[in-house]
């Protein structure tokens, strides 16, 4: 297939996904594609949708004849997603706080194929992840009994609910594996109510942290604090050699002071995090808000968006030095393509952008513009 025609065949697959909205119509954009059924899918897939009648998601696959953009219907707003570790094709998405609502699609078929929800009294954060042999799913939610964050457990395969472990403080966000025995979880300390909407109940008392929880028992083997108590310990990603970069949400309504704080750190489990001060223009320019973090393994690179300063800005791994940065309006979602070659970046004004994962050069002619898209806040990388 030469350049002209994949542009021409992207220009519609793309231009027929803004109208794809539900389930039926996705599974025929797939099946159009004519792609073998046992081609391996790769790409990404995020939450999307700016009204109650338009909640779905939606998801780039890149086949063999070319990329294929599409979305789906919900019924409701999703905030983060996991790729299911044993069931091919498929995805889950959780609602965003405080939605008690969770669905797992099929990507080939863009079924939905399962729904489930939080027991009384609890409602989802948005985020959740799995155990290392793929059986059982961790999710974090809201006890509203005790005004206390939990670790919801389900069986993987049905989300039969099975229990739950203290999630080691309030507001528990994003959560991710580690390793075979340890889950790091961003308790981002702010209590709220759905009765309350988003009021933030607690910034007098706020007390974030990161915790590391051993998920066959539920022991808390470790923790760190901000030296910030008004930071917000919000999104994470793990490195394969087990280095977490996380990213904060300062709370400056509640601050006494209008100083800097370095709201990107890294750290590994025993020893001490290290903060990304500089350089202070990026710091400045985060406007006290971290929306997404995404690491690459290749190129040790680590990505942090910020939707409130349009700005993605990118470290190294290794040595903490600042790398580079991408201006995108209202930029927030961020992963790795299929490839992970490249950090895609989407905004909810249906932009989406890719830079090189090594050089941080935006690939220009990877640039799309869905007006009929919404993209939410993460995205989740796709193979």
């Known amino acids: 297939m030469n350049d002209l025609t994949r542009r021409h065949l992207l220009r519609t697959l793309i231009a027929g996904s803004v109208l794809a909205t539900s389930p039926k119509l996705f599974a025929q954009t797939l099946s159009q594609s004519d792609s073998p059924i046992h081609d391996p899918l790769q790409g990404w897939f995020s939450p999307q949708g700016a009204k109650a009648d338009t909640f779905g998601f939606g998801a780039e696959l890149n086949l063999s004849q070319g990329p294929v953009l599409t979305t789906g219907l919900s019924g409701f707003r999703g905030h983060g997603g996991a790729e299911h570790p044993t069931k091919p094709d ?69 989300y039969r609910w099975l229990g739950e472990f203290e999630s080691g403080g309030v507001g528990p966000h994003e959560l991710k594996r580690v390793d075979d025995r340890h889950l790091v979880i961003a308790n981002g300390g702010i209590l709220t109510r759905p009765e309350q909407g988003r009021k933030k109940l607690n910034l007098a008392t706020m007390a974030p942290n990161l915790t590391y929880l051993n998920y066959h028992t539920g022991e808390i083997v470790e923790q760190i604090q901000p030296p910030e108590s008004k930071a917000s310990i919000r999104h994470l990603d793990v490195a394969a050699d087990g280095t977490v970069a996380f990213g904060m949400q300062l709370q400056r309504q509640a601050c006494h002071h209008d100083r800097l704080f370095p709201l990107t750190a890294l750290h590994t489990l025993g020893q001490s995090p290290r903060f990304l001060s500089q350089p202070d223009f990026v710091v400045r320019q985060l406007h006290d808000y971290v929306g997404s973090v995404t690491l690459s393994d290749q190129s040790r690179l680590v990505g942090f968006t910020s939707p409130k300063g349009d700005l993605a800005a990118f470290w190294h791994l290794d040595s903490g030095d600042f790398a580079g940065h991408h201006a995108m309006k209202d930029v927030c979602g961020l992963a790795l393509n299929g490839a992970k070659d490249g950090f895609v970046l989407t905004n909810s004004f249906g932009a989406v952008h890719e830079v090189d994962a090594h050089t941080l050069q935006e690939r220009v002619d990877r640039r799309q513009h869905l007006p009929k898209v919404a993209w939410d806040n993460h995205m989740l990388t796709i193979g």
Not at 108 to 120: D, H, K, L, N, Y
Not at 141 to 158: F, K, M
């Open 90 to 158: 498929t995805v889950l998405m959780f609602a965003r706080r405080p939605g008690r609502e969770s669905i797992e699609v099929n990507l080939r078929s863009g079924a939905i194929t399962q729904r489930f929800q939080t027991p009384e009294n609890r409602h989802f954060f948005g985020h959740g992840a799995f155990s290392a042999d793929g059986k059982t799913l961790f999710t974090t939610e809201a006890d509203l009994d005790r005004n206390v964050g939990v670790i919801g457990i389900r069986d993987a395969h049905t």
